[in-house]
């Protein structure tokens, strides 16, 4: 075998990056827990009023299946490309530790008889590249932790009950993902098929967790535990690669175990030793018996979905003519697609929406905090922007100048250039003239320009600072070149 040194030498531990997730998915659309019927809405609720017997693994409490989260499981399957399972099992998973009231957590296992709610399956990312899943499971959250400060400094751990018991969906991947940002693509594609499903709104706190496990250069894998968010998944693993790449350089040997992302710090810290199957002692979970789920059930859910991300997708490139990657953004994400539709059905040429979408709309509505829902992000104003610029009001950076203010005070795109006075100059008497200004004042860039066309886009450049963005380009362009034309 190759020592750490050789497989840096060899750029190994560059090329051999492999990443697997297990994401814990809370299914927010239950109105009870996983096994009895405590409310599941627990997050504005004082702690630790959302427990009961059931909950707290009390002697002679008899848990009860969910019906309506086997139906979510298997619908998530079936988007995923996922086998099912025509008989599935129940087991412990035993563990202590604070998170847990009552020592163990109900679960699924794949082995020792034990069968998952399905197997196999797979997620394309943008680019075509398929992500496999390995398998799905319907199991209980643990409880909350609380720290004071951060984990290694906290004087107490706090425990919140109330998330004891919440449905969770467990979907695990292959590690087939080769980069950070494969795994933030992946789980915001994940996210988008959860969301159209309507089985889990992953904008709650806590709804969408993620361990992550890496390694390079086929060595030693890591697990990093509870990451809350897509950007810090991302953030993760970049520390992870640079952590183990700095340790294989040193010939130093990477350690299994588990460690944990501390989001203040910006780097992870080792938690413990990675536990072994073996470490979990799982055993069927005497108190409730196989589950079948006969081929009607799942056609009968199979019948009941929504259009999904990738059918949208493809619809979207054949109805509209929309560039691929506009589609997959688009199509992924839900309150995205439902603005993109709503501009359309109000006559919004769908290209150019689609390009305001996933351009300067996202990112403003990022600089400015604001969600995709908020009141304030309607589609009216979208498309009366769209037809600002097709009609030739405004000019492309105006059009940016006025989406932003929009977006801040709630005016419509029609109302700011009029107040402000942005529509477009055409009147090519006054473009002359601040032409004819640009010329004065830069006369060794005129004279450039008569040898370099690159130089004309300077001068353009200077007529647009004088005017604000207001004068038209493609007129100021033809009266540049015909000044230029007058001075051969």
Known sequence: MRSSRELVSAGL?????????????????????????????YRSSPPNTHICPICMGLPGSLPSPNRRAIEDG?????????????????????????????????????????????????????????IRI????????????????????????????NRAGIALLEIVTEPDMEDPREA????????????????SNGELEGAMRCDANISLGGGTRVEIKNISSFK????????????Q?????????????????????????????????EDYRYFPEPDIVPIEITEDFIEEIRRRLPELPDQKKERYIRQF???????????????????????????????????????????????????LTDPRVSPRKIVELVNLIRSGSISTKIAKEVLMESLRSDESPEEIVRKRG?????????????????????????????????????????????TRGKADPKLTYEIIKRELGKLL
């Open 232 to 243: 810090e998944v991302e953030r993760a693993l970049a520390f992870e690669i640079t952590r």
């Open 245 to 277: 790449r700095q340790l294989l350089s040193r010939d130093i040997k990477v350690r299994r175990e588990t460690r944990h992302w501390d989001e203040v710090r910006k780097i992870t810290v080792s938690l413990r030793a990675k536990e072994e199957e």
């Open 134 to 161: 390995r398998r799905i499971q319907i199991e209980e959250d643990p409880a909350k932790l609380a720290y004071e400060g951060t984990i290694d400094d906290s004087t107490a751990t706090l425990v919140d009950n």
């Open 422 to 466: 942005l529509l477009k100059i055409s009147d090519e008497a006054l473009l002359q003239r601040v032409i004819e200004e640009v010329f004065e004042e830069n006369e060794e860039a005129v004279k450039e320009a008569l040898r370099d066309e690159e130089v004309v886009n300077f001068l353009i450049g200077q007529v647009m600072k004088k």
């Open 321 to 371: 003519g929309l560039k691929e990657h506009n589609a997959e953004l688009i199509s992924s994400d839900n309150a995205l697609s439902r603005l993109f539709e709503e501009c359309v059905k109000m006559g919004g040429d769908p290209i150019e929406v689609s390009n305001w979408l996933v351009g300067d709309l996202i990112s403003f509505t990022r600089e400015l905090g604001m969600e």
């Open 13 to 41: 531990s560059d090329a051999g990056i492999r990443i697997g997730l297990e994401i814990h998915c809370q299914l927010t659309n239950l109105r009870t827990k996983l096994f009895c019927g405590c409310p599941a809405d």
């Open 184 to 199: 933030r693509a992946f789980l915001e594609k994940l996210r988008g098929i959860l969301e159209c499903l309507g089985v």
């Open 74 to 130: 298997v619908a998530v399957a079936i988007a995923l490309n996922s086998e099912i399972s025509k008989r599935m099992t129940f087991f412990r998973k035993n563990y202590f530790y604070p998170d847990l009231p009552k020592n163990f957590q109900i679960s699924q296992y794949d082995g020792g008889g034990g069968v998952p709610l399905a197997k196999g399956g797979f997620l394309s990312i943008e680019g075509g590249k398929r």
